[in-house]
Structure formats: C-alpha cells, structure tokens
C-alpha cells in the first residue's frame, strides 16, 4: 500500500497529512491532543487503505503541521473542525466517513454541522458532554491535568505519551508530544471549559448521520459508562461498543480487533 504525504496551504496555517490511494468513500482519520496522524499507522497499511481513500491530516500545531497562523481561532474543537473542513474542500472532497479519537471526537463532532457530506461518524475515547458534564465525563488520572498544560517537562511528555497510546509503545509518540505546540492544549483546554463549542450532548440526541462508539474498557480517561449513558438519535447497532483489553487508542493497541468492527461501520455507512 502506497501511503503519500502532502502539505496544503489553509486559512489555519500549513497542513500536513497522510493518504491512501483507495478508489472508495473518503474516510478522514482525527488524531487527539498532542498526537499526530503517525498513530494510524496500522490503519493506513491494512486492507481498509486499499479499499478506501483514507485522509489523516495533522491537526494545526501538531506532527509536521504548522502551528495555527491565529491560535485563538485555530486551537479550540470548533476550529479545528473548520479546519478539517477546510481540508476536505481543498483535496475536492464532498463525501465522507470520519473517524475521531479523543479530541478528534471531538472535532467530529463539531463537523456534523460544517461538512454537508458527513456520510457517518466513529468517535473512541470522546465523552459528548454538555459544559456542566465535563466532570461526568471524565476520570479523574494522575496525567488527565496533562491535556490542558501548556509547558511539559521531559518528564511530562513521557507520561502523556505512555498514558494515550498504552502499548505497544514506541518511541516517536515521545516525539510527536514533545513537538506538539503548547499552546494547542492550554487554548484548547480553556475554551473547552468555557463552553465555546455546541453542546455536544445536544449535537448527538439531535439530527446526525449514525454515529458509532468504540471505546476500550480499560479507559484511563473516558466515563464510559457515562458514554453508553448518553441519548444518540442515531446509534450505529444500538449501543456503544467495548473491548476488553484495551485502553484509550483501540485502533493502536488492538488493530486486529479494532479494524473489523471500523470495516463493518464503514461498509454499513458506505452502503446507504
């Protein structure tokens, strides 16, 4: 599988992604806070990157992106759900399936009102929380402060790339933290509080193409119960989903399991 690489020029800044030269439906890959697309490894060199054209872009101040020409604007979910938006556009794209981990979620999320073409959704490791709920949604974690720390020691860029990914652990996670732009979590983090997003409990018990949920049951930082809590008006199978030994990045630690069950959503989406 021939994976490339280009950088676009946007309204955020310069953006970096991976993608697969799949015929099928757009699929558009959302990595979380201080990550990179490098973490859909596994998913951009199986069968579902030959089957379909998968687009992994690195978010405005992470991986080989830019940082965001306005950090106000950029460094928040909504923004970087006009930005993914932004993104689609610019490679001429006017249908397609997102996956989001964690912030990408997120994002996700916020894209089901600015991308038309949104054909479905799979969020892992994404509470749709309204502003009170944030606590609700979360658990407490020796690294959860982490997400919204603007300076990290070495110390701290270990910590937070050991904590997301879980193992199997390799050493450009290190690297793809300690590059991530600081003030990418900090103004992410504070906006999130705020509440300067929608209400994404609303967003998911209102009209939304399916949405599926996959998260794993050793979550260190996701209420999943909290998760399988929440009113979606449009569950892909029903529930939401678990698997058993995994932590906060399924799709990396579990691939083998990960990917039939993302294979079943794309195709159940794909075929409508």
């Not at 998968?54 to 928040?76: M, Q, T």
């Not at 690294?143 to 990914?165: N, P």
Request: aromatic fraction near 8%.
């Amino acid at each position: 599988m021939t994976i490339s690489q280009k950088t676009l020029e946007t309204s955020h800044g310069k953006i970096a992604l991976r993608e697969t030269g799949g015929k099928g439906t757009a699929v558009m890959l959302i990595h979380g806070n201080s990550s990179s697309s490098a973490v859909f490894r596994n998913q951009l060199e199986s069968p579902l990157g030959e089957r379909y054209h998968l687009i992994a872009p690195d978010l405005p101040g992470h991986g080989a992106s830019g940082d965001a020409i306005d950090p106000e604007r950029s460094y928040s979910m909504e923004g970087y759900a006009d930005a993914m938006t932004e993104v689609l556009g610019l490679l001429g794209v006017d249908k397609a399936i997102v996956f989001g981990w964690s912030l990408g979620g997120h994002i996700g999320l916020e894209m089901i009102d600015r991308f038309p073409g949104l054909l479905g959704l799979m969020i892992s490791g994404t509470p749709p929380v309204s502003p009170e709920e944030v606590g609700n949604g979360f658990k407490s974690s020796p690294h959860m402060h982490l997400a919204g720390q603007e300076a990290f020691t070495a110390a701290d860029v270990e910590a937070y790339a050991r904590s997301t990914c879980g193992e199997p652990f390799e050493p450009f996670l290190i690297d793809t933290v300690a590059r991530t732009d600081g003030r990418a979590r900090r103004l992410m983090f504070e906006k999130f509080a705020a509440g300067t997003g929608r209400n994404q409990r609303e967003i998911v018990a209102g009209k939304t193409p399916p949405i599926a949920v996959l998260n794993g049951m050793d979550e260190p930082f996701v209420n999943t119960d909290f998760v399988a809590a929440v009113k979606f008006s449009n569950l892909w199978e029903g529930k939401a989903h678990l698997l058993d030994r995994s932590g906060h990045a399924p799709f990396w630690d579990s691939p083998d399991r990960f990917d039939p069950i993302f294979a079943r959503f794309l195709a159940s989406v794909d075929e409508k």
